[in-house]
T-cell receptor, first 112, second 113 residues
Framework: DGGITQSPKYLFRKEGQNVTLSCEQN?????MYWYRQDPGQGLRLIYY???????QKGDIAEGYSVSREKKESFPLTVTSAQKNPTAFYLC???????????FGPGTRLTVL | GENVEQHPSTLSVQEGDSAVIKCTYS??????FPWYKQELGKGPQLIID?????GEKKDQRIAVTLNKTAKHFSLHITETQPEDSAVYFC????????????FGTGTKLQVIP
């Protein structure tokens, strides 16, 4: 998992609640990413950030929000607008968006 | 956009045998192809990668081959061991303002002792 940490490992959410997933890296990488993983599917990009104070929507951004106030941190908020949030969420980082991505250990979110 | 197909979705081999996983991609401009190994409940780990100017790359028991003409690349694992059991993902870097990565759907490899 290198220098990428995600917390918590498991997260439970009630209907209508917002929850925030943490991602921190100490690799001095400029770019960071959030992916969603569902059984039988490839990783799908939610949001990415090329540099501090900048982020862009990925393929499935609806119902999610992010911030990038610090280089080492890229938290993901799963809002109540996300209708099917139960999934495994993976954070990744790379030197730049053209470089190899390295993944964190993941957070499993379950909606009760 | 880029489309990556990965086969097979599941693969069972006897310990000591070889395993081959194949991916095809659609964007001829793709130029970088990493392979990741994901163990249950963990994040994917990069195991090997190849760039478009190289046809083959080896790292001990693992190798990747690339056929740019046919637009496919393959992961080869020789002398498989039980600890090789995991889900393997291929990926391709295609066009896009941010060098978008497209992942395959994964192959669950089971090595039977």
């Amino acid at each position: 998992d290198g220098g990428i940490t995600q917390s918590p490992k498991y997260l439970f959410r009630k209907e209508g609640q917002n929850v925030t997933l943490s991602c921190e890296q100490n690799l001095n990488h400029d770019a960071m990413y959030w992916y969603r993983q569902d059984p039988g599917q490839g990783l799908r990009l939610i949001y990415y950030s090329q540099i501090v104070n900048d982020f862009q929507k990925g393929d499935i951004a609806e119902g999610y929000s992010v911030s990038r106030e610090k280089k080492e941190s890229f938290p993901l908020t799963v809002t109540s607008a996300q209708k099917n949030p139960t999934a495994f969420y993976l954070c990744a980082s790379s030197l730049q968006t053209t470089d190899t991505q390295y993944f964190g250990p993941g957070t499993r979110l379950t909606v009760l | 956009g880029e489309n990556v197909e990965q086969h097979p979705s599941t693969l069972s081999v006897q310990e000591g045998d070889s395993a081959v996983i194949k991916c095809t991609y659609s964007d001829s401009a793709s130029n970088y192809f990493p392979w990741y190994k994901q163990e249950l409940g963990k994040g994917p780990q990069l195991i090997i990668d190849i760039r478009s100017n190289v046809g083959e790359k080896k790292d001990q028991r693992i190798a990747v081959t690339l056929n740019k003409t046919a637009k496919h690349f393959s992961l080869h694992i020789t002398e498989t061991q039980p600890e090789d059991s995991a889900v393997y993902f291929c990926a391709a870097w295609g066009r896009g303002g941010y060098q978008k990565v497209t992942f395959g759907t994964g192959t669950k490899l089971q090595v039977i002792p």
